[in-house]
């Protein structure tokens, strides 16, 4: 094999370093944009679809409402929110969805937030009131110690359940089990240790604390109300027949007659879900018109050094056909040098995408996101072999057609 | 048998349909070892005709036959092998390519030739060597005087073992004692039986040669051989 267009090129290329640097430069940056992109798209597919799997299509949730407003309206988020207080959701209504045919099981919820201590350590957290029964509804695995017992709950028991950074907040590398926290000035034992869970919707899992409905409710808030109240189906081909018929025994309990005065609201998980999947949607097709802007630009970029780099050589051209260079020779010595830039770069551009993936990735989990870290094939396919071709293309077309024109014609283009 | 001979050779470029003549009816023949200096003024038409003989161009109409060959009708390609094998060219503004060795700039016509690597360079070391340049081999024209940038372009010319070569106003940018070492080394390589033609526009240049054609208006106004020839010596002692 004759290697003399490779080393014609490799020669062209090492007279020219800054030209070739740039070149290669231009190129590793379209291909890492590219990669880095496609790689953070992957990363945050894999966060929102584990945090859609904790929404099980199996469950029912009832919570409170503003009544007169649409379920998910800003009339309700508002009224909520500025300390309209319904006071409406209480264990009768609880006991109405347990008894229900198609639950299995399902337990009242409380959200409130109070100041923690451990000896010298103080710290505000996130309190959750849940049942004793969460993990027949809900995953929610504990890393050491246990979940609270029915009696426990029913009994008023001070128990709690440390989220794992609270846990290493307060106690740092102690084992939190069976120690004693201050929570709002109140003693309660910690009975067990939560698995790491990483951020929910914005909101850090392993910061908080749970503890039983019943005793938050009582020892902690003072009040006999629930925020809201989960509920796993047995059938769920049978979920809507199930959501109507809470809905109307709710009413009875609450002597509602006009469906408009609810003050409450059952859902399903899934329109929940259904939710969160069109925002991804959304987000996956900006990530894909992200992609084809950085192409674009990525390869208009290649295209100007490639068009410009060659067209500058003219003269260069010329001399080397006035020395006996066939126009076949000057076109192989460009394609190698093209090939060689497009593997350089290429090179440097996946290395340097991936490491930027690496970067995004590190950050994500910093801010306790479940953040994946991949770089999709897909991504290294597309970003080269859109880069190979526009600088194969813009590298060889003005080149062919330098080589085209009479040498000496060429020689006076200086 | 001639090395050259042109019959009736016509020139003319055709710019969007304007047709302007540039050589006319141009008779000659050139045998091989002569050193014949092509002399006209600027636009006569003597680079042009440099340019056909060194099958860097096409010409109009005529013939030209070189070396019993008729090569008025080769394609790009069969020009192209023609430049590679039979000539060997020296330009006014040297042409060498820049940011790369003088070594390399010699090597550069026989890269597109069939030889070995090895032959290759001891070739352009030879050529190098005589035109005094040993000392210079991974030199970049940048570090060179005009003078040193013309010997390499002359070695270059060499290289490939050509049958004429051709040298395009050679001394134009070079001051008047570097200008005399190209015209000895050319006289020596004439001496040594290469076959030299010389493009100029200078009176004394053109007298270094053995014979002169005047070109005036694309037409060949005269056919004279030298009498009282310049000889360019003592220069060589300079260069080493």
Redesign the interface.
Known sequence: MNF?PIR?AY?ALS??KTRTILTILGMSIGIAVVITIMAAGKGLDYMVMGQLEIFSPNTITVEVKVPATKKTSNDNAMGIATGITITTLKDKDLDTVLKHPNVSAAYGFVMGQAVVKYQNETKTSLLFGEGYNLQEVEKFAIDSGRLFTQDEEDSLTQVAVLGSKMSELLFGQENAVGKTVYIKGKPFRVVGVAAKRGAVLGMDMDKMIVLPAKTMQRRILGIDYYQEIIAKVIDRTQIKQTVADLEQSLRENHDITDPNKDDFAVNTMEEAAKMLSSVVNGLTLLLVALVCVSLLVGGVGIMNIMYVSVTERTY?IG???????????ILMQFLFEAIILTVAGGIFGIISGALLALVIYFIATSYNYTWLYSVPLSSIFLAIGFSAAIGLIFGIYPAKKAASL???EA?RR? | MALIEVVDLDKEYVNEEVVTPVLHGLNFKIEKGEFVAIMGPSGSGKSTLMHILGFLDKLSKGKFVFDGKDVSTLTDDELAEMRSKSVGFVFQAFNLLPRTTVLENVILPLIYTKMSEKERMSKSKAALSSVGLDHRLQFVPSQLSGGEKQRVAIARALVNEPAVIFADEPTGNLDSKSGLQVMQILQELNEEGHTIILVTHEKYTAEHAKRILRIRDGELVGDEIVNNRQIANGAKELIK
């Open positions: 003399t014609l020669n007279a020219q260069e001399l080397r056909k006035a020395l006996g260079a066939k126009s076949k020779d009479n040498p000496m020689l200086e």
